[in-house]
């Protein structure tokens, strides 16, 4: 049978703690200090004790702006006032260096909680001032220029732990209560010794933190009361079992060796040093933390302190901060795309019927599949109903499926964790995630292999998803919009997509017509784009000869709105001055060109030539010659007549 783990010594244990811990009088005066909080602020035992904790660590006399004493003593007021923990905003509180190095004030800055510790008259007996030392955050933030941001979200996370802070408070009261008998008895003890031991017992237990003490075995020897709370065990479920039970799985083979070598070399080891930890409850269920180490001598050898900190919820909120700063960074990018309601042009009986659908469907969440040949302006018609419905205040999120690599695309869809592929050396979140409460916009939607497909059904169906190298469902709330050039329900048939994703994706199936279809919507188009790129190249581009739009009517355009607004942009470049210069060269008849309109475009631009010429009567050169309204040098227009056989008699 195993000798049984002595009772510890808990002004030992209290002192070793590696959290930096005060306790204070009702009158402030420090009767214990751990010795992290010595070591941090370059003070000793012996010089503290018995003092008022404003005179030994009083406001920097050069520093007019000073705030920290009158911050702590508000604090430290309202715990004594309201009977419950006070955590404070992050203070700049300087620390006066020792006499032998100066003696002058280090700027430092601190992240306090003061909580209260009842006596039997329930009026507070001490106050337990615990801080940690944020300096080098600070600074990396000052040095970053995110001050401002960094108090913005410190005030709005301090405004969200107000409910916290109540709750924690209310705990410690109900304790407080159950302790009431032993604070009575408490009181009636003389014996000195004894008091300090069950008063030190009472800061351990009552610690904001976690914590543990296991032997050089690794058997609990000591668990507080948050623990219990952390890890869902008793403490009889505890105590004189190991330490590992606390870990999930995957850590419990390596941990006795990493316990072995921390005694072998046992110093502190502090927090925020970039391990990725995790605790496993009694249920199973994990959850981040961050584990402060500590060794300390007691009668069977070393002992470990273990001070546990849950990160849940500062995971959480670093998280939301991503996704705020991802969305930023989206949105910026988003910015410098030219898009907006206004680019649908045009008055065809086909666009109007699809305007009307973008208006009756944009007031739902139902998901649309927009289908159309490639540049017909499938994006534009995206983004319209996005701007129509209820989600406009939120983001719409768009990714191309078929210009990203089959190996990544999962990855941009759900985002990935840290090492859960080769390359992968951070968290990332997808877009999906990205869109929460906002828009979905899968371009390219046919071009999304096969062996993705149920993933993305099963987020769509079930509004949840996992990220790549993670087994933590993400609840999500989005509205899709999909588009693709392809005959879905083809592939459907080849088995080259799923049909349950396809019956998925089309609840509002939305066809847009090819420009052929819309030739009276041309010349609007025409317009718009001589305008938008003559003013983008600073070009005053004034008049289409009738002909030329004549001519781009009645081209079929195979590549729709796409084509027809480079051959305008390629247009507008070649243009020298108020006319518009179009190659009409470059593109050939239109299969559709009735007999009884049977110019060619080689004609078209005949007649144009011979219209500028009977117009300038016949001149050339000069600033009002027909070369000079055309666009061209007179030497390119005299190989234009010699090509097309025009000849002097055939406009004078």
């Known amino acids: 049978m195993s000798k049984p783990f002595p009772s510890p010594d808990f002004q ?21 200090v751990s010795d992290a909080y010595l070591s941090a602020t370059m003070t000793k035992r012996e010089e503290i004790l018995g003092r008022g904790i404003f005179d030994v660590f009083p406001d920097n006399p050069k520093d007019p702006a000073a705030t920290g004493v009158r911050n702590l003593r508000a604090s430290l007021q309202r715990v004594l006032q309201e009977k419950v923990s006070d955590t404070m905003a992050v203070q700049r509180y300087d620390i006066r260096n020792p006499k032998s190095e100066g003696g002058e004030f280090e700027e430092r800055y601190w992240s306090p909680v003061n909580s209260p510790v009842l006596g039997s008259d329930k009026e507070v007996a001490y106050i337990v001032h615990r801080v940690e030392d944020v300096t080098e955050f600070m600074h990396l933030k000052q040095a970053e220029g995110l001050r401002e941001k960094l108090t913005e979200e410190l005030r709005a996370r301090a405004e969200n732990m107000e409910a916290e802070v109540y709750a924690r408070a209310q705990e410690v009261q109900a304790a407080n209560q159950r302790l009431e008998t032993a604070n009575q008895e408490l009181a009636r003890q003389y014996d000195t010794s004894k008091q300090l031991k069950d008063w030190f017992r009472s800061l351990f237990e009552y610690s904001p933190d976690a914590i543990l003490v296991t032997d050089r075995n690794g058997k609990i020897a000591e668990a507080n009361g948050q623990v219990t709370r952390f890890f869902g065990y008793s403490r009889d479920e505890l105590v004189g079992h190991p330490v590992e039970i606390l870990m999930p799985e995957r850590f419990q083979h390596a941990h006795p060796g990493h316990r072995r070598t921390y005694l072998a070399h046992a ?14 409850r ?11 180490l ?24 670093q998280e939301e901060l991503e996704r705020k700063e991802r969305e930023k ?37 139902s998901t649309v599949l927009i289908q159309g040949e490639t540049g017909t302006g499938k994006d534009l018609i995206a983004r319209a109903i996005h701007q129509l419905s209820s989600r406009c205040e939120r983001t719409l999120v768009k990714l191309n499926c078929a210009a990203i690599p089959t190996g990544l695309l999962e990855s941009e869809l759900f985002g990935h964790e840290k090492g859960a592929f080769t390359g992968a050396i951070s968290q990332k979140m997808g877009r999906l995630e990205l869109a929460d409460r906002g828009t979905l916009f899968l371009d390219e939607v046919g071009d999304i292999p096969l062996e993705l497909q149920p993933k993305l059904l099963r987020a769509l169906q079930e509004k949840e998803f996992e990220r790549l190298g993670s087994t933590r469902t993400i609840p999500v709330d989005v509205r899709l919009i999909a588009a693709t050039n392809r005959n879905l329900e083809k592939m459907v048939a080849n088995r080259e997509f799923r049909s349950d994703l396809y019956y998925r994706l089309r609840v509002f199936p939305i066809a847009l017509p090819p420009l052929r279809e819309r030739r009276q919507d041309i010349p609007l188009l025409v317009r718009y784009f001589v305008t938008k790129h003559a003013r983008r190249m600073g070009k005053q581009v004034e008049t289409v000869p009738s002909q030329v739009m004549k001519a781009l009517t009645k081209w079929n355009w195979p590549g729709n709105i796409r084509e027809l607004e480079n ?15 179009v190659p009409l060269g470059e593109l050939q008849a239109s299969e559709e060109t009735s007999e009884a309109d049977d110019a060619t475009l080689e004609t078209a631009d005949r007649d144009h030539i011979l219209e500028v010429l009977r117009a300038t009567k016949g001149i050339i050169a000069g600033p009002k010659g027909a070369a000079a309204r055309l666009g061209l040098k007179r030497t390119t227009l005299n190989s234009k007549l010699k090509k097309l056989g025009i000849e002097r008699q055939d406009y004078i």
């Not at 204070?24 to 214990?32: K, R, W």
């Not at 500590?294 to 909120?317: C, F, H, M, P, Y």
């Open 12 to 32: 030992t244990l209290f002192q070793s703690l590696p959290g930096l811990y005060l306790v204070l009088t009702p009158d402030l005066n420090i009767i214990a």
């Open 267 to 280: 110093q502190t080891r502090p927090m925020g040093i970039g391990l990725e930890l995790y605790g496993r």
């Open 282 to 292: 009694k249920d199973g269920t994990e959850f981040p933390v961050d584990i402060m």
């Open 294 to 317: 500590s060794a300390v001598e007691a009668e069977n050898g070393k002992a470990v302190i273990s001070v546990i900190r849950d990160l849940t919820e500062k995971i959480r909120a």
């Open 329 to 365: 960074q989206y949105l910026a990018e988003e910015l410098d795309l030219e898009h907006s309601f206004e680019d649908i042009i045009g008055e065809s009986a086909g666009l109007r019927k699809v305007l009307r659908q973008v208006e009756t469907v944009a007031a739902t969440d």
């Open 567 to 581: 051959f305008i942009e390629r247009a507008v470049i070649l243009s020298k001055g108020p006319v518009l210069h």
